[in-house]
Nanobody, 122 residues
């Protein structure tokens, strides 16, 4: 069982930046591909960014390319999502997910965090 705890959400203005963090409770963190997903009110949950278990491969939703960056620190069991140039349409609950040996090409979450709210005001 892997527990994921997100942090770093909040209320910001258009154009601001935020960094989300997700701490994983597992000794084999480096074996998990990690992803960030989001769900806006009235919409389905959608993928935002994924990083492979090795940290070499990444993938992003078209809507966030060039603005968001996913990274991981295996020594800290943590995955990050740096979000720059935030827009009101980025408002959503952001979820962290883990997939054993997951890659951006093949990611099927085994575990989910509880989510953190990001609100971008215009």
């Amino acid at each position: 069982q892997v527990q994921l705890v997100e942090s770093g959400g909040g209320l910001v203005q258009t154009g601001d930046s935020l960094r989300l963090s997700c701490l994983a409770s597992t000794r084999t963190f480096s074996s998990y591909g990690m992803g960030w997903f989001r769900q806006a009110p009235g919409k389905e949950r959608e993928p935002v960014a994924v990083i492979s278990w090795s940290g070499v491969g990444t993938a992003y939703a078209d809507s966030v390319k060039g603005r968001f960056t996913i990274s991981r620190d295996n020594a800290k069991n943590t995955v990050y999502l740096q979000m720059n140039s935030l827009k009101p349409e980025d408002t959503a609950v952001y979820y962290c997910a883990a997939d054993f040996m997951g890659t951006p090409q093949n990611f099927d979450a085994d575990y989910w965090g509880q989510g953190t709210q990001v609100t971008v005001s215009s």
